[in-house]
């Protein structure tokens, strides 16, 4: 069974950039969510995806999107890079009856 | 809005026992989940309760009563590995996978 991964694991953008982070799903999982960790915190929910389609957003700016293909990746897209953007970025695979099972995340960092 | 409170901090020694206790006031209730996630690393599920009452895992239990907005993770037995930040986290819907998480408790498990 193939776990969630995520890709960069690191990356470093200057503000105002944009950056696309990218997600595999575990195996036999058609929902997917993003998740923000700052250092020291809980992660808090940016999105989720079912279906090819936003199906649930939590507190965050538009500049904040997502795409889930067919075989059921995701990608999250920032744009505009702020300073408080830095974080630790964590996508999350589920389907009916299952817990979030999360990747290792990227760790994105605006100078 | 949602409100996770959790102890920042707890200490316990090997072969011991922690009880790490998770207060919740939210919009609605679909389940507590525990995660456990080690510096640098995803979350990992611990254990779900969405019933009143002690779901027990090997070493790990975990407690629910949904009339006090109260739960504990109960770990046993403390091993060294134990050493990690334990996160609760509310589901307050039912059509999305939203997880309202709180801050985490990092136990750090001495000799």
């Known amino acids: 069974e193939t776990g969630v991964t995520q890709s960069p694991t690191h990356l470093i953008k200057t503000r105002g950039q944009q950056v696309t982070l990218r997600c595999s799903s575990q195996s036999g999982h058609n929902t997917v969510s993003w998740y923000q960790q700052a250092l020291g915190q809980g992660p808090q929910f940016i999105f989720q995806?079912?279906?090819?389609?936003?199906?649930g957003r939590g507190n965050f700016p538009p500049r904040f999107s997502g795409l889930q293909f067919p075989n059921y990746s995701s990608e999250l897209n920032v744009n505009a890079l702020e300073l408080d953007d830095s974080a630790l970025y964590l996508c999350?695979?589920?389907?009916?009856?299952?817990?979030?099972?999360f990747g290792n995340g990227t760790r994105l960092t605006v100078t | 809005g949602q409100n996770i409170d959790q102890p920042t901090e707890m200490t316990a020694t090997e072969g011991a026992i922690v009880q790490i206790n998770c207060t919740y006031q939210?919009?609605?209730?679909?389940?507590l989940f525990w995660y456990q996630q080690h510096a640098g690393e995803a979350p990992t599920f611990l254990s779900y309760n969405v019933l009143d009452g002690l779901e027990e895992k090997g070493r790990f239990s975990s407690f629910l009563s949904r009339s006090k907005g109260y739960s504990y993770l109960l770990l046993k037995e403390l091993q060294m590995k134990d050493s990690a930040s334990y996160l609760c986290a509310v589901r307050d819907g039912l059509g999305d996978y939203k997880l309202s998480f709180g801050a985490g408790t990092t136990v750090t498990v001495r000799a």
């Open positions: 939210t919009s609605g209730f679909n389940g």
């Open positions: 995806y079912y279906r090819e389609e936003e199906n």
């Open positions: 999350a695979s589920s389907s009916i009856n299952s817990p979030l099972h």
